[in-house]
């Protein structure tokens, strides 16, 4: 889900109590920007469980966030998310334990439902580390490396949209961009 499902206002509210209330929302890895989504978009994946009917308590008690943004930078071609680069947060979430035996490391930290209750809106972009790199204006990339990967974001987001267009004019029966672009010969 991306980044204002966590804090936006009205519905999303709504939802983000219903779930804390009614589901047991247990692991929230929060992801670098540009993974799911088109680039500069940031995204969240939320594990939760479907319990039955519970009105006096909530089922949500200790949620875990795993910080996989801060630091952290891919790009689609040039340096893309592998497997390789999830094995620490599969190390905190430990798939085959039970809950009760993570640890909270420096990505990786627990919040109690009155916690997250408590905040503006239930609001959940929680976020406690800092990239020192931004802190510190001597340490920015230089301008041609995100220079270098916004052009990527935007090449790849063209071609995804001509692969749409493509499609969607083939669906139609009139053939690919560049056949329609061509007159035919006589």
């Known amino acids: 889900m991306p ?26 890895p929060r992801l670098p920007t540009g993974i799911f989504y088109a680039g500069g978009v940031k995204a969240n994946v ?11 308590k909530a089922w949500t008690e200790k949620p875990w966030v795993y910080d996989f943004r801060t630091t952290q930078h891919f790009t689609l071609k040039q340096n893309p998310l592998t497997r390789a680069h999830l094995e620490g947060f ?13 640890v ?4 990786f930290k627990a919040y109690t439902y009155e916690e997250l209750t408590a905040r503006d809106k ?23 490396v995100p220079a270098a990967e916004t052009v990527e974001d935007l090449q790849v987001a063209l071609e995804e949209f ?3 267009a493509e499609t969607l004019q083939q669906a139609r029966g009139e053939g690919s961009a560049e056949e329609a672009a061509v007159p035919a010969a006589d």
């Open 3 to 28: 980044d204002n499902v966590l804090f936006e206002g009205g519905a999303g509210e709504t939802i983000r109590r219903r779930l804390l209330k009614e589901y047991d929302v247990h692991t929230l």
């Open 46 to 56: 939320l594990f939760f469980e479907r319990k039955p009917a519970r009105p006096e």
């Open 90 to 102: 599969v190390q905190c979430y430990r798939p085959d334990e039970d809950r009760s035996k993570r």
């Open 104 to 107: 909270e490391t420096e990505r």
């Open 122 to 144: 239930a609001d959940r972009d929680i976020t406690w580390l800092r990239d020192p790199s931004l802190d510190d204006a001597d340490n920015l990339p230089a301008p041609e």
């Open 162 to 164: 001509a692969a749409i």
